[in-house]
């Protein structure tokens, strides 16, 4: 299964800059959108809509600070993380800049790896804040909503069946980890049910069928299992 990049746009209005932030993330897994001043940042954001922004706060046209005001007023960007990135390191600028909404504040020169950090554990704590208030589980391409027990695939809506739901948000709680048929029968069917000894692939052949897609291993002989 394709591993999902995170999205940061970088905005700076030096060049050289805005090249080594894209060559630092891309070379790390990222995928990256650049512009080069307030305005264009915007206009971005609404096309690549971003998991985190990296902004500069002396920008022509329209400052970073400005675009975080703006964003934080867009319902599809309120809860989005932005970091400034900027040559004023001083307190006033900082307290501003959390003032209006920003989740971090790094002062240059850049240090790549403690960037890179930082930037991570932004997403980390976003994705695992949004997972607890949402009850949501997301591998890959896979959403899992635990409280109305919906499940989307590649942003298309699945229907499924309460048995499937089970199977898949089972083998969902530990992406990678093989769980055996005996494991999977008793946690969803119980101990004292007796059943066929296909059941298990039958309800994993409705499940690749509603979404196109063999996202669920089948493991010999053993059981099954899905990839992060």
């Known amino acids: 299964m394709s591993v999902v990049k995170n999205k940061i746009l970088l905005a700076d209005d030096e ?51 400005s675009v975080c005001e703006y964003l934080r007023k867009t ?42 950090l930082r930037i991570n554990k932004i997403l980390v704590t976003k994705k695992t804040a949004a997972q607890t208030e949402n009850k949501i589980t997301s591998v890959g391409h896979l959403i899992l909503n635990h409280e109305n027990l919906s499940v989307k695939f590649k942003q298309q809506q699945i229907e499924l069946a309460k048995k499937e739901f089970q199977l898949i948000e089972m083998l969902a709680s530990k992406p990678g980890k093989v769980f055996t048929r005996k494991e999977i029968f008793n946690k969803i069917w119980g101990t004292s049910l007796v059943m066929g000894d296909r059941t298990i692939d039958v309800h994993v052949r409705k499940i690749r069928m509603k979404t196109s897609n063999d996202f669920i291993t089948t493991i010999k002989g053993v059981g099954f299992k899905i990839e992060e």
Do not use: C, H, R, Y
């Open 15 to 65: 060049q050289d800059i805005l090249d080594f932030l894209q060559f630092t993330f891309e070379s790390n897994g990222f995928e990256v959108a650049t512009a080069k001043d307030g305005i264009q940042a915007i206009k971005l954001a609404k096309q690549f809509t971003p998991d985190i922004f990296l902004l500069d706060i002396m920008m022509p046209n329209l400052e970073g600070t």
């Open 75 to 116: 319902e599809e960007f309120k809860n989005t993380p932005i970091v400034f990135l900027t040559a004023q390191n001083n307190e006033e600028t900082e307290v501003n800049a959390f003032n209006i909404g920003a989740d971090d504040f790094i002062a240059k020169p850049i240090k790549p790896k403690a960037l890179l």
